[in-house]
Protein backbone atom coordinates (compact mmCIF):
# COMPACT_ATOMS: atom_id res chain seq x y z
CA UNK A 1 0.00 0.00 0.00
CA UNK A 2 0.89 3.36 -0.36
CA UNK A 3 -0.03 7.34 0.99
CA UNK A 4 -1.75 9.43 -1.29
CA UNK A 5 -3.83 12.34 -0.95
CA UNK A 6 -7.36 11.48 -2.89
CA UNK A 7 -9.29 13.28 -5.04
CA UNK A 8 -13.20 11.63 -4.34
CA UNK A 9 -15.71 14.79 -5.40
CA UNK A 10 -14.21 17.78 -6.42
CA UNK A 11 -15.08 20.96 -4.03
CA UNK A 12 -13.66 24.42 -2.84
CA UNK A 13 -9.83 23.96 -2.05
CA UNK A 14 -10.63 25.52 1.83
CA UNK A 15 -13.41 22.91 2.01
CA UNK A 16 -10.15 20.16 2.04
CA UNK A 17 -11.49 17.71 -0.88
CA UNK A 18 -8.10 15.94 -1.05
CA UNK A 19 -7.90 13.11 1.55
CA UNK A 20 -4.81 10.88 2.65
CA UNK A 21 -5.77 7.77 2.17
CA UNK A 22 -3.94 4.86 1.67
CA UNK A 23 -4.00 2.84 -2.02
CA UNK A 24 -2.15 -0.07 -4.02
CA UNK A 25 0.87 0.55 -4.64
CA UNK A 26 0.77 0.72 -9.06
CA UNK A 27 2.98 -2.38 -10.60
CA UNK A 28 4.77 -0.83 -14.29
CA UNK A 29 3.73 -2.61 -17.52
CA UNK A 30 6.26 -3.80 -19.38
CA UNK A 31 7.21 -0.47 -20.63
CA UNK A 32 6.60 1.47 -17.82
CA UNK A 33 9.01 2.53 -14.98
CA UNK A 34 7.36 3.35 -11.66
CA UNK A 35 8.63 6.24 -9.82
CA UNK A 36 8.90 6.78 -5.59
CA UNK A 37 7.97 10.23 -5.56
CA UNK A 38 9.93 12.79 -4.05
CA UNK A 39 8.23 15.79 -4.70
CA UNK A 40 5.51 17.18 -6.73
CA UNK A 41 4.73 20.62 -8.19
CA UNK A 42 0.96 22.55 -7.30
CA UNK A 43 -0.34 23.86 -10.29
CA UNK A 44 -3.12 26.21 -11.08
CA UNK A 45 -4.27 23.01 -13.41
CA UNK A 46 -4.68 21.17 -10.15
CA UNK A 47 -6.53 23.58 -8.18
CA UNK A 48 -8.88 23.35 -11.95
CA UNK A 49 -9.36 19.69 -11.56
CA UNK A 50 -9.41 19.41 -7.81
CA UNK A 51 -12.38 22.26 -7.76
CA UNK A 52 -14.43 21.01 -10.32
CA UNK A 53 -13.62 23.52 -12.96
CA UNK A 54 -12.41 21.05 -15.72
CA UNK A 55 -14.59 17.68 -16.46
CA UNK A 56 -12.96 15.13 -14.84
CA UNK A 57 -12.73 11.88 -16.94
CA UNK A 58 -11.61 9.91 -13.20
CA UNK A 59 -12.82 9.63 -10.10
CA UNK A 60 -11.52 9.06 -7.70
CA UNK A 61 -8.11 10.74 -8.46
CA UNK A 62 -4.44 11.72 -7.43
CA UNK A 63 -3.80 14.76 -8.90
CA UNK A 64 0.01 16.37 -9.66
CA UNK A 65 1.52 16.07 -12.39
CA UNK A 66 5.19 17.85 -11.96
CA UNK A 67 6.52 14.78 -10.07
CA UNK A 68 9.94 14.30 -9.34
CA UNK A 69 10.98 11.23 -8.09
CA UNK A 70 13.45 8.02 -8.73
CA UNK A 71 12.77 5.15 -10.74
CA UNK A 72 12.10 1.95 -7.96
CA UNK A 73 11.02 -0.72 -10.45
CA UNK A 74 11.26 -1.42 -14.21
CA UNK A 75 8.64 -3.30 -16.56
CA UNK A 76 10.29 -6.09 -18.08
CA UNK A 77 10.70 -4.59 -21.29
CA UNK A 78 12.42 -0.83 -20.03
CA UNK A 79 15.87 -0.05 -21.72
CA UNK A 80 16.15 3.72 -21.82
CA UNK A 81 16.17 3.65 -17.24
CA UNK A 82 18.09 1.80 -15.02
CA UNK A 83 17.03 1.64 -11.15
CA UNK A 84 17.92 4.86 -9.10
CA UNK A 85 17.56 7.28 -12.17
CA UNK A 86 16.00 10.11 -11.41
CA UNK A 87 12.81 11.64 -13.72
CA UNK A 88 10.27 13.99 -14.19
CA UNK A 89 6.75 13.61 -15.05
CA UNK A 90 4.80 16.26 -16.84
CA UNK A 91 1.28 16.71 -17.83
CA UNK A 92 1.59 14.93 -20.74
CA UNK A 93 1.37 11.25 -19.56
CA UNK A 94 0.95 9.40 -23.23
CA UNK A 95 -0.54 9.75 -26.24
CA UNK A 96 -1.10 7.27 -29.21
CA UNK A 97 1.28 7.74 -31.62
CA UNK A 98 -0.92 7.24 -34.58
CA UNK A 99 -3.30 10.43 -35.25
CA UNK A 100 -3.20 13.16 -37.31
CA UNK A 101 -1.79 15.68 -34.89
CA UNK A 102 0.66 13.02 -33.14
CA UNK A 103 1.98 12.27 -37.13
CA UNK A 104 2.01 16.16 -37.78
CA UNK A 105 4.28 17.03 -35.11
CA UNK A 106 1.51 18.14 -33.05
CA UNK A 107 1.34 15.51 -30.24
CA UNK A 108 0.31 18.15 -27.72
CA UNK A 109 -3.20 18.14 -29.62
CA UNK A 110 -3.07 14.53 -29.56
CA UNK A 111 -6.84 12.90 -30.20
CA UNK A 112 -6.12 10.21 -27.07
CA UNK A 113 -3.88 12.11 -25.33
CA UNK A 114 -3.99 11.25 -21.78
CA UNK A 115 -2.61 13.76 -18.73
CA UNK A 116 -0.81 13.14 -15.50
CA UNK A 117 -3.09 13.77 -12.63
CA UNK A 118 -6.35 13.70 -14.46
CA UNK A 119 -6.89 10.63 -16.41
CA UNK A 120 -4.26 8.60 -14.58
CA UNK A 121 -2.82 9.09 -10.81
CA UNK A 122 -0.61 11.51 -10.10
CA UNK A 123 1.84 12.48 -8.13
CA UNK A 124 0.11 13.63 -5.03
CA UNK A 125 1.23 10.08 -3.63
CA UNK A 126 4.08 8.13 -2.93
CA UNK A 127 4.68 6.10 -5.80
CA UNK A 128 3.01 6.34 -9.90
CA UNK A 129 3.63 4.98 -13.03
CA UNK A 130 4.71 5.92 -16.18
CA UNK A 131 5.29 4.80 -19.88
CA UNK A 132 9.64 5.04 -19.93
CA UNK A 133 9.18 7.19 -23.23
CA UNK A 134 7.22 10.14 -21.55
CA UNK A 135 9.57 10.47 -18.30
CA UNK A 136 12.29 12.77 -18.74
CA UNK A 137 15.79 13.13 -17.17
CA UNK A 138 16.96 15.98 -15.30
CA UNK A 139 19.84 17.86 -15.06
CA UNK A 140 21.93 17.84 -11.36
CA UNK A 141 21.87 21.13 -11.15
CA UNK A 142 18.50 21.32 -9.60
CA UNK A 143 17.37 19.87 -6.49
CA UNK A 144 14.19 17.91 -6.86
CA UNK A 145 11.89 20.18 -5.43
CA UNK A 146 13.47 23.01 -7.82
CA UNK A 147 13.37 21.20 -10.36
CA UNK A 148 9.12 20.51 -9.89
CA UNK A 149 7.98 24.02 -11.28
CA UNK A 150 9.86 23.27 -14.62
CA UNK A 151 7.26 20.63 -15.70
CA UNK A 152 4.38 22.35 -16.20
CA UNK A 153 4.86 26.10 -14.89
CA UNK A 154 8.49 26.07 -17.04
CA UNK A 155 7.55 23.63 -19.89
CA UNK A 156 4.34 25.36 -20.62
CA UNK A 157 5.72 28.80 -19.80
CA UNK A 158 8.43 27.88 -22.81
CA UNK A 159 5.88 26.79 -25.45
CA UNK A 160 3.69 29.68 -24.81
CA UNK A 161 7.19 31.78 -25.18
CA UNK A 162 7.71 30.13 -28.67
CA UNK A 163 4.20 30.30 -29.90
CA UNK A 164 4.11 34.01 -29.05
CA UNK A 165 7.07 34.60 -31.23
CA UNK A 166 8.97 36.73 -29.54
CA UNK A 167 12.69 37.05 -30.37
CA UNK A 168 16.09 38.62 -29.28
CA UNK A 169 15.63 42.44 -29.30
CA UNK A 170 12.21 42.12 -28.64
CA UNK A 171 9.37 43.56 -26.14
CA UNK A 172 7.59 40.75 -24.60
CA UNK A 173 4.58 41.68 -22.20
CA UNK A 174 3.94 38.96 -19.26
CA UNK A 175 0.07 39.13 -17.65
CA UNK A 176 0.28 37.33 -14.46
CA UNK A 177 3.48 36.46 -12.55
CA UNK A 178 2.78 33.61 -11.13
CA UNK A 179 5.20 29.97 -11.27
CA UNK A 180 5.11 30.16 -15.41
CA UNK A 181 5.95 33.74 -15.69
CA UNK A 182 8.64 34.09 -13.30
CA UNK A 183 10.44 31.81 -15.77
CA UNK A 184 9.43 32.98 -18.92
CA UNK A 185 11.10 36.36 -17.62
CA UNK A 186 14.38 34.56 -17.38
CA UNK A 187 13.94 32.30 -20.34
CA UNK A 188 13.05 35.42 -22.45
CA UNK A 189 16.04 37.51 -20.85
CA UNK A 190 18.54 35.01 -21.26
CA UNK A 191 17.40 34.83 -25.47
CA UNK A 192 17.38 38.68 -25.58
CA UNK A 193 14.03 40.41 -24.91
CA UNK A 194 13.24 42.76 -22.72
CA UNK A 195 10.16 42.33 -20.81
CA UNK A 196 7.28 43.91 -19.38
CA UNK A 197 5.58 42.48 -16.32
CA UNK A 198 2.13 43.53 -15.64
CA UNK A 199 0.62 42.11 -11.98
CA UNK A 200 -1.51 43.41 -9.19
CA UNK A 201 0.64 42.36 -6.86
CA UNK A 202 3.49 44.94 -5.31
CA UNK A 203 5.62 41.44 -3.65
CA UNK A 204 4.83 40.03 -7.84
CA UNK A 205 6.33 43.46 -9.10
CA UNK A 206 9.73 43.32 -7.00
CA UNK A 207 10.14 40.09 -7.72
CA UNK A 208 9.46 40.78 -11.70
CA UNK A 209 12.49 43.81 -11.34
CA UNK A 210 14.61 41.75 -9.10
CA UNK A 211 14.47 38.47 -12.34
CA UNK A 212 15.53 42.11 -14.58
CA UNK A 213 11.96 42.90 -15.91
CA UNK A 214 12.42 46.35 -17.99
CA UNK A 215 8.89 47.80 -16.25
CA UNK A 216 6.20 46.48 -14.43
CA UNK A 217 2.96 48.60 -13.51
CA UNK A 218 -0.71 47.05 -13.20
CA UNK A 219 -3.07 45.53 -16.55
CA UNK A 220 -4.53 49.34 -16.61
CA UNK A 221 -1.30 50.86 -16.83
CA UNK A 222 0.43 51.85 -19.91
CA UNK A 223 4.21 50.66 -20.87
CA UNK A 224 6.40 53.00 -22.34
CA UNK A 225 6.46 51.21 -25.50
CA UNK A 226 3.99 48.94 -27.32
CA UNK A 227 5.14 45.18 -27.42
CA UNK A 228 6.44 42.85 -30.12
CA UNK A 229 4.44 39.71 -28.32
CA UNK A 230 2.53 38.96 -25.14
CA UNK A 231 1.27 36.01 -23.29
CA UNK A 232 -1.24 36.26 -20.70
CA UNK A 233 -1.10 33.76 -17.83
CA UNK A 234 -3.95 34.81 -15.64
CA UNK A 235 -7.12 33.08 -16.34
CA UNK A 236 -8.86 36.36 -16.83
CA UNK A 237 -10.72 36.96 -20.35
CA UNK A 238 -10.65 41.03 -19.06
CA UNK A 239 -6.98 40.89 -20.30
CA UNK A 240 -7.80 40.27 -23.76
CA UNK A 241 -8.77 43.49 -25.15
CA UNK A 242 -6.18 45.11 -22.61
CA UNK A 243 -3.00 43.34 -23.59
CA UNK A 244 -4.28 43.69 -27.17
CA UNK A 245 -4.20 47.59 -26.82
CA UNK A 246 -0.48 47.63 -26.03
CA UNK A 247 0.26 44.99 -29.02
CA UNK A 248 2.02 46.45 -32.30
CA UNK A 249 0.99 45.69 -34.99
CA UNK A 250 1.71 41.85 -36.73
CA UNK A 251 2.16 40.68 -32.60
CA UNK A 252 0.79 37.96 -31.25
CA UNK A 253 -1.22 37.24 -27.78
CA UNK A 254 -0.35 33.77 -26.53
CA UNK A 255 -3.13 32.69 -24.23
CA UNK A 256 -1.32 30.17 -21.60
CA UNK A 257 -4.13 29.19 -19.18
CA UNK A 258 -6.23 26.26 -19.47
CA UNK A 259 -9.39 27.87 -18.99
CA UNK A 260 -10.35 31.80 -19.06
CA UNK A 261 -13.13 33.62 -17.94
CA UNK A 262 -15.26 35.29 -20.54
CA UNK A 263 -13.22 37.33 -23.35
CA UNK A 264 -14.85 41.01 -23.56
CA UNK A 265 -16.07 41.70 -26.49
CA UNK A 266 -13.67 43.02 -28.71
CA UNK A 267 -13.73 46.21 -30.98
CA UNK A 268 -11.95 45.07 -34.70
CA UNK A 269 -9.51 47.61 -34.44
CA UNK A 270 -7.75 46.20 -31.46
CA UNK A 271 -6.97 42.76 -33.74
CA UNK A 272 -6.91 44.48 -36.72
CA UNK A 273 -3.68 44.73 -38.95
CA UNK A 274 -2.34 41.15 -38.67
CA UNK A 275 -2.69 40.62 -34.44
CA UNK A 276 -2.85 37.11 -33.57
CA UNK A 277 -4.47 35.93 -30.73
CA UNK A 278 -3.84 32.01 -29.95
CA UNK A 279 -4.11 29.66 -27.38
CA UNK A 280 -1.25 27.33 -25.95
CA UNK A 281 -2.34 23.72 -25.20
CA UNK A 282 -0.48 21.05 -23.27
CA UNK A 283 3.29 20.43 -24.50
CA UNK A 284 5.14 17.92 -26.85
CA UNK A 285 7.70 16.20 -24.96
CA UNK A 286 9.87 17.75 -27.64
CA UNK A 287 8.96 21.61 -25.82
CA UNK A 288 9.78 19.65 -22.20
CA UNK A 289 13.51 18.18 -23.76
CA UNK A 290 14.23 22.07 -25.08
CA UNK A 291 12.94 23.61 -22.00
CA UNK A 292 14.55 21.32 -19.63
CA UNK A 293 17.83 21.78 -21.38
CA UNK A 294 17.77 25.35 -21.51
CA UNK A 295 16.67 25.83 -17.97
CA UNK A 296 20.05 23.94 -16.94
CA UNK A 297 22.21 25.93 -19.62
CA UNK A 298 20.79 29.45 -17.87
CA UNK A 299 20.37 28.19 -15.48
CA UNK A 300 16.79 29.25 -13.97
CA UNK A 301 16.24 29.79 -10.70
CA UNK A 302 12.77 28.58 -9.33
CA UNK A 303 11.44 30.38 -6.20
CA UNK A 304 9.33 27.39 -4.30
CA UNK A 305 7.63 27.09 -1.10
CA UNK A 306 7.54 23.57 0.06
CA UNK A 307 4.52 21.93 1.88
CA UNK A 308 4.52 18.44 3.20
CA UNK A 309 2.28 15.80 1.22
CA UNK A 310 -0.66 15.64 3.70
CA UNK A 311 -0.70 19.83 3.13
CA UNK A 312 -2.03 19.65 -0.13
CA UNK A 313 -5.25 21.32 0.66
CA UNK A 314 -3.82 24.13 2.61
CA UNK A 315 -1.17 24.05 -0.49
CA UNK A 316 -4.13 24.72 -3.15
CA UNK A 317 -5.88 27.11 -1.08
CA UNK A 318 -2.81 29.33 -0.81
CA UNK A 319 -2.76 29.05 -4.67
CA UNK A 320 -5.99 30.17 -5.19
CA UNK A 321 -5.88 33.18 -2.37
CA UNK A 322 -2.90 34.00 -4.24
CA UNK A 323 -1.12 33.77 -0.74
CA UNK A 324 1.72 32.17 -2.47
CA UNK A 325 5.18 33.94 -2.96
CA UNK A 326 6.58 31.32 -5.21
CA UNK A 327 5.81 27.77 -7.17
CA UNK A 328 4.37 25.70 -4.34
CA UNK A 329 6.04 21.83 -4.22
CA UNK A 330 5.00 18.77 -2.23
CA UNK A 331 7.62 17.01 -0.45
CA UNK A 332 6.52 13.45 -0.28
CA UNK A 333 9.29 11.54 0.85
ZN1 LIG B 1 -2.27 11.13 -31.26
ZN1 LIG C 1 0.20 22.29 -14.83
Known sequence: MMRAMLLERPAPSESSPLR???????????????VRV??????????????????????????GHQIIGEIDQLGREVTSFKLGDRVG??????????????????????????????????????????????????????????????????VIGYRSYRLSGAAA????GLYGFGASA?????????????????TRGTAHRQ??????????GTADETPPHSLDASIIFAPAGALVPQAL???????????????????????????YHERVIRSVANSTRQDCR????????????????VYPLSEANRALADLKQSKLEAAAVLRVS
Open 169 to 172: GQRL
Open 245 to 271: RHLRKGGTLALAGITMTQIPALDYDLL
Open 20 to 34: TVDILMPEPAAREVR
Open 290 to 305: EFLRLAAEIPIQTQIQ
Open 182 to 198: HLVLQLARHQGCEVYVF
Open 207 to 216: LAEKLGAAWT
Open 89 to 154: IPWLYSTDGVCAFCQGNSENLCEHAQFTGYHVHGGYAEYCVVREDFAHSLSAVFSDENAAPLLCAG
Open 38 to 63: RCCGVCHTDLHIVEGDLALPKLPLVP
